[in-house]
């Protein structure tokens, strides 16, 4: 089993940054893939960026070029790097890793944007 904690969330102005940082816990596997996930009132869970432990990114279009997502093997840690945010980024964010078949989700860490 494994388990992801999510922190970073909070209340931003638009235009403001954050940092989301996931640590992952338990039976940790190489080769897995962590990233995050999104989803706002009313929407279904949307993905927003992930991240093979080899480096390999992939990133919804409507955050490219100002969210980024990183990983610290090492610390079984990811970071999602959100910038220049809009008032639809604002949601729940939710840690994921999938491994040996299996999906893994943090409990959620909410970002409010304000205009």
């Known amino acids: 089993q494994a388990q992801l904690v999510e922190s970073g969330g909070g209340l931003v102005q638009v235009g403001g940054s954050l940092r989301l940082s996931c640590a992952a816990s338990?039976?940790?596997?190489?080769?897995?893939?962590m990233g995050w996930y999104r989803q706002a009132p009313g929407k279904q869970r949307e993905q927003v960026a992930t991240?093979?432990?080899?480096?390999?990114?992939r990133s919804a279009d409507s955050v490219k070029g100002r969210f980024t997502i990183s990983r610290d093997n090492a610390k079984n840690t990811v970071y999602l790097q959100m910038n220049s945010l809009k008032p639809e980024d604002a949601a729940v964010y939710y840690c994921?890793?999938?491994?040996?078949?299996?999906?893994?989700w943090g409990q959620g860490t909410q970002v409010t944007v304000s205009s």
């Open positions: 338990g039976r940790i596997f190489s080769g897995n893939v």
């Open positions: 991240m093979t432990s080899g480096g390999t990114t």
């Open positions: 994921v890793m999938v491994q040996g078949g299996r999906t893994y």
